[in-house]
């Protein structure tokens, strides 16, 4: 738009909160900056603009847009935040790192509170500040998130939800961020047909192996010493095997946290949190909500089903040999499939209420034109109502489901498979939208996904 002057070329970006001029050549006889601000004022225009980078634009005449007047864009709000005096990161402190050894006799994973021990507290959000456009109207700043402080078993919250503290003597357990204070059952050697099968609300501390055939359910952590064969260990919180999972093909580990292992062979590791080794996975069938991740430069991932919400990562991808290796961000099958089928569904329930809507709309009406309903219309619109709730809960449900589909699918997309070193033939990588298989060896690769394809980059 140029206005009542010639050779001016301007615009208000799309956030409203810039005015834009460019010239593609110098101009010999520049426009005032005051001419400007009467051409801005004439459309609405509050901000003036600044002389010097009005001139300036003139003068140097390059095509580029230059911002010459601005608003004042709104202050961000503080989000709501939880100060963790025990973290649950302290209790769920990784076997190794890329430095150290592991020390398999000294794990410290214990992390003992005594009743009344402070653990978390929640700071209040500050809201932002309003801002003003170039129009001279007001930018509402978004609304900063609040938080409530998430507590398990054994946690008492005091000072109107600002404070949690241990309600009893015990040890700390997370799964996520909500943390808990339990119990723990030690068994001294192993799972076996001397101990049978555990199933405790707390944690497990088993200082021997699991023995094929056994399970071990926690609502806390599963910490297992030795060597986990063809065994079924679920754990609300997080598993830690420090010997390996000889899986069997028919073993499987569950966590509602993490999990850690030496090394895994044809087992299931199945975990909301993140998915760990030090050696290698070989033909696993791997999920992870968070990350799956080898340890160093030689930590192998080969054979089986390997799917991470976030990020895979190992040395090694595959095997010289060119064993099909599928590995894929995203954990559903098929979540554009997923989404569609929920709103689908969504659809239909709407559509469902709609008609009870109007059914009731209707013996409002015989209710308002005869003073009363018979009891034969009472019992109906009584029924009629509980099946409205009933379908409230469900479309409620369905709608919570299709939020975290498309969360998944957004994660799944920013998502990275990356090896340090060798990626072989065989190896099958999947995002949600395209898949690549590696038909030659490759070096130090990260995979990841962007408009609309897998593209690859050097790690």
């Not at 402190?93 to 410290?108: A, C, H, M, T, Y």
């Not at 405790?200 to 952590?221: C, L, N, R, Y």
């Not at 034109?369 to 009891?375: H, I």
Request: hydrophobic letters at 35%; proline letters at 4%.
């Amino acid at each position: 738009m140029n206005d009542s002057i010639d050779n001016l070329d301007w615009k208000v970006s799309d956030d409203r909160l810039s005015v834009l001029v460019r010239f593609e050549k110098p101009v010999e006889d520049p426009i005032s900056p005051e001419d400007f601000n009467l051409v801005l004022l004439n459309n609405g225009i509050q901000s003036p603009c600044n002389p010097e980078l009005f001139l300036q634009a003139q003068t140097e005449g390059k095509a580029e847009w230059v911002a010459v007047a601005t608003g004042s864009p709104a202050t961000e709000p503080v989000d709501a935040r939880l100060e963790y005096f025990v973290h649950p990161a302290m209790a769920n402190r990784k076997v190794s790192n890329d430095q150290e050894p592991i020390d398999f006799k000294n794990l410290g994973r214990i992390l003992n509170v005594e009743k009344g021990r402070e653990l978390v507290r929640k700071h209040d959000p500050i809201p932002g500040a309003p801002g003003v456009d170039v129009y001279g109207q007001p930018i509402e700043p978004r609304e900063p998130k609040n938080v409530s402080i998430p507590v398990g078993q054994g946690v008492e919250i005091l000072e109107d939800g600002h404070l949690a503290v241990a309600d009893e003597d015990g040890a700390i357990s997370a799964a996520g961020q909500r943390i808990s204070v339990i119990q723990i059952y030690p068994v001294s050697g192993n799972i076996s047909y001397r101990t049978g099968n555990i199933h405790f609300k707390g944690t497990v501390d088993i200082g021997g192996d699991v023995q094929s055939g056994f399970e071990v359910h926690a609502e806390g952590d599963i910490l297992v010493k030795g060597l986990v064969e063809a065994a079924t260990l679920e754990a609300g919180g997080d598993i830690f095997v420090m010997g390996g999972f000889q899986g069997g093909s028919k073993g499987s580990l569950k966590a509602g946290g993490s999990i850690q292992v030496r090394f895994a062979n044809e087992g299931t590791l199945e975990a909301a949190g993140d998915i760990e080794a030090e050696v290698h996975l070989l033909n696993c069938q791997v999920r992870a909500g968070g990350e799956i991740s080898l340890k160093g430069a030689k930590g192998v991932i080969a054979g089986g089903d390997n799917r991470a919400g976030k990020k895979i990562s190992a040395g090694i991808l595959g095997t010289e040999i060119g064993v099909k290796t599928i590995l894929q961000i995203g954990l559903s099958d098929d979540i554009f499939a997923e989404i569609k089928a929920t709103e689908k569904q969504i659809e239909e329930t709407t559509e469902k209420l709609a008609q009870i809507a109007e059914i009731l709309m209707k013996l409002e009406k015989v209710k308002s034109d005869q003073g009363s309903l018979s009891q034969e219309h009472e019992e109906i619109r009584i029924r009629t109502v509980r099946e409205q709730f009933a379908i409230m809960g469900e479309l409620g449900k369905q709608n919570k489901t299709l939020v975290q589909q498309k969360e998944e699918q957004e994660m799944a997309r920013k998502g990275r498979i990356a090896a340090g070193q060798t990626v072989f033939p065989g190896v099958v990588v999947k995002f949600p939208g395209d898949a690549f298989t590696v038909k030659n060896e490759m070096k130090y690769t990260t995979f990841y996904f962007e408009r609309g394809e897998v593209r690859t980059r050097a790690s």
